[in-house]
C-alpha cells in the first residue's frame, strides 16, 4: 500500500544562501524542498561516482530548515539510463535519511548518463534529456521506481520533465506513460505544470485535455517556475515569477487531485535575488491561493462553518 | 533500434561539435541549453578565469573546449579541471589565464581532500617517499600572483608577465590556504618531483608535512596512497 503524503502546503525549492531572502520568506513556507547534490562534492574514479556531503553544507541547510518539513528533490539519479542509474545518488539519498527524514522524494523521469561507443563506457549528456515512450523504457524504469517506493516509509515520486526534441519514439504520449508507470511501479508524480506547459505549447498539445487523462489521484507535489522564450520555444528556467497560464494550470489540478501534499515554487538562487523578497512573497502567495482549492481544504471549511 | 542505442546515438547528437549538422531546431536549442550550462559551471567554479579570459575569442575559445572536452558530470568542479587542463595545453594561451585557472582549481582540491578524507596524516618520523599530497598543488605564475589574482577579481587590465618564476603553494593545511614557497622548499619540491628527496633538508619537509603539502609514502603501508 502506498505511503499517505502528509497535506504540507506551499515550499520553496531555492538554493540561495542570501540570509535575508530566507529571513523574509521562511515564516511564509510550509515546506523547503531540498536537492541533496546541491550540498555534495563528487569524485569520479574510473566509471564509479562517489557523492559527499560537503563541511557544513548540509548542516547549514537543516539549520535554515529548522522547524520546517523537508522534502528532497534529486537531479543526479539518472532513472532512466539504459547504462545503469547512479548509485552515488542513493548513497547519499541513505545519508540524508539519516541525519532527517523527509517527507517524500521526487527525482526526474529522464536521463543523464549514456552508454558510450566502447563496452562499459559511460557518456554524460550534460544536460537532462526525456525517455521515449516505449515498452522497453517502461520496463526499465518502473522496477527501479518501485525499488524506490519501497526504501523508505514515505512516497517516491517522478517529475515530468521539459523537452524540445521533436519525435520521441514510443505508441503511447506523455500521460499515458505517466499513467502506466505509477501503476506498474507504485510510485507517485511529482508534477511540474510549467514544465508540462512548456511541453503543450512548443509541441502543440491542450494541456488541459491532456490533464484530463493524467491520473491525478497520483499527484502528491507540484512544481510552478516560471522561464524565457527563445527562438519560438517556451524555455524551462526557473527566471522568476510563474505565468498566468501556469496558475490556471495549477488551479484546475489542485481542485482534482485528492492526494496533493504541496505546491512548489522552483527558483534558481541568482533569479530569487532579482525578484526579492516581495516578489517571492507574491509568488508564494499565490500558491497558497491556489492550495486553498483542494477539495480536502473545502472540507475543511464546511467542518468549520458547522 | 534499442533504448541503449538510442540513448547513445542521442547523447552524440547532443554533444556534437559545433560544426555538426544542426538537425532539427529542437534539437539545436538542446545542444545550445547543454553548452550553455557547461559555460554555467565554469562561471561558477572558475570565476576569475571566466573574467579573465579576453573578450576578442572568448567565445571562440570555450567553444572549442566543448568540442575537444567532453563534459562528464553535473557538478562543476569537473568542468573546472577539465578547462584548466585545456588551458594549459593551448599553444598560445592567453596570457595567466591558464595560471589562474590552476590557482582556482588548486583551492578546489584543497577543499575537497577534506570532504573526501584523503588529505593523508602526515607521519614525519616514517621513513619513506616524500610526494605531494592529495589536495595539494604547486601554482606557477610569470607575474606576481598577488597583482594577476587582484588584477582578475577587479576586472583590471592582468599585468605584463616578467622574466621572474613566481609561485603559490596551495594546501588543505596551509593558513589562507596558499602561500609563496621559500627558497628551500622550492628546491625541496623540485626534488619530490624528481623522486629524488632524500637530500633533503628535514626542517623543510616537516613544514611542508605539517601543512598537508607532502605526504610521506611508506610502500604497503596501510592508509597509504
Known amino acids: 500500500m502506498r505511503p499517505t503524503p502528509p497535506a504540507l502546503g506551499v515550499g520553496l525549492s531555492c538554493a540561495s544562501d542570501e540570509p535575508a531572502l530566507w529571513e523574509a520568506v521562511a515564516g511564509h513556507l510550509d515546506y523547503v524542498e531540498v536537492t541533496p547534490e546541491h550540498l555534495c562534492r563528487e569524485r569520479i574514479v574510473g566509471a564509479r561516482r562517489h557523492m559527499r556531503y560537503a563541511p557544513d553544507a548540509l548542516a547549514a541547510t537543516l539549520a535554515r530548515c529548522e522547524g520546517l518539513p523537508i522534502v528532497v528533490h534529486g537531479v543526479e539519479l539518472s532513472i532512466g539510463s539504459a547504462c545503469g542509474w547512479n548509485a552515488a545518488y542513493i548513497d547519499i539519498l541513505d545519508q540524508l535519511w539519516s541525519a532527517r527524514p523527509f517527507a517524500w522524494h521526487s527525482e526526474h523521469l529522464g536521463f543523464l548518463l549514456a552508454p558510450g561507443d566502447a563496452p562499459g563506457e559511460v557518456r554524460y549528456a550534460g544536460v537532462p534529456l526525456p525517455l521515449p515512450t516505449t515498452d522497453e523504457a517502461l520496463d526499465l524504469v518502473a522496477p527501479r521506481a518501485a525499488a524506490l517506493v519501497q526504501r523508505y516509509p514515505v512516497p517516491f515520486l517522478l517529475e515530468n520533465g521539459v523537452h524540445y526534441l521533436p519525435h520521441l519514439p514510443g505508441a503511447r504520449d506523455e500521460v499515458e506513460f505517466l499513467n502506466a508507470l505509477t501503476e506498474r511501479s507504485g510510485c507517485d508524480l511529482l508534477l511540474d505544470l510549467f514544465n508540462f506547459h512548456c511541453n503543450a505549447q512548443n509541441h502543440g498539445f491542450d494541456a488541459l485535455e491532456a490533464l484530463s487523462r493524467l491520473r491525478l489521484d497520483r499527484v502528491v507535489e507540484i512544481h510552478v517556475a516560471g522561464g524565457v522564450t527563445h527562438d519560438g520555444y517556451l524555455l524551462d528556467a526557473h527566471s522568476g515569477a510563474v505565468p498566468a497560464a501556469v496558475w490556471s494550470l495549477v488551479d484546475h489540478v489542485v481542485a482534482r487531485a485528492p492526494r496533493l501534499a504541496g505546491i512548489t515554487f522552483e527558483i534558481l538562487d541568482g533569479a530569487a535575488e532579482r525578484l526579492g523578497a516581495a516578489g517571492m512573497l507574491e509568488q508564494i502567495a499565490r500558491a497558497r491561493e491556489s492550495w486553498r482549492l483542494r477539495p480536502a481544504a473545502a472540507q475543511e471549511v464546511v467542518r468549520v462553518a458547522c | ?225
Do not use: K
Not at chain 2, 577543499?111 to 618520523?125: H, L, S
Not at chain 2, 592529495?134 to 577587479?154: I, K, M, N, T
Not at chain 2, 603559490?168 to 628527496?197: K, N, Q, S, W, Y
Open chain 2, 1 to 225: 533500434m534499442s533504448l541503449a542505442e538510442w540513448q547513445r546515438d542521442l547523447v552524440a547528437r547532443v554533444t556534437a561539435p559545433s560544426g555538426a549538422p544542426p538537425g532539427p531546431a529542437g534539437l539545436a536549442l538542446t545542444r545550445m541549453l547543454q553548452r550553455n550550462w557547461r559555460y554555467t559551471r565554469l562561471t561558477h567554479a572558475l570565476p576569475l578565469t571566466m573574467l579573465a579570459l579576453p573578450a576578442a575569442g572568448r567565445d571562440e575559445l570555450l567553444a572549442d573546449y566543448c568540442d575537444v572536452c567532453p563534459c562528464v558530470s553535473f557538478f562543476p568542479v569537473h568542468e573546472a579541471r577539465s578547462f584548466a587542463g585545456y588551458l594549459a595545453r593551448l599553444p598560445t594561451p592567453p596570457p595567466h589565464v591558464a595560471s589562474i585557472a590552476a590557482m582556482e582549481v588548486a583551492l578546489i582540491d584543497a577543499f575537497e581532500a577534506d570532504v573526501f578524507d584523503d588529505a593523508a596524516t602526515p607521519r614525519p618520523d616514517a621513513r619513506g617517499t616524500l610526494r605531494l599530497a592529495r589536495g595539494a598543488s604547486r601554482v606557477r605564475f610569470s607575474a606576481a600572483p598577488e597583482q594577476v589574482l587582484g588584477a582578475a577579481l577587479a576586472g583590471r587590465a592582468l599585468p605584463r608577465t616578467d622574466a621572474t618564476d613566481h609561485e603559490l603553494l596551495v594546501a588543505p593545511g596551509i593558513a589562507g590556504l596558499a602561500r609563496p614557497p621559500t627558497a628551500e622548499e622550492r628546491r625541496l619540491l623540485d626534488a619530490c618531483e624528481r623522486g629524488c628527496a632524500d637530500e633533503l633538508e628535514a626542517s623543510a619537509a616537516a613544514s611542508l608535512l605539517g601543512e598537508r603539502v607532502l605526504v610521506r609514502v611508506v610502500q604497503g603501508a596501510p592508509g597509504d596512497e
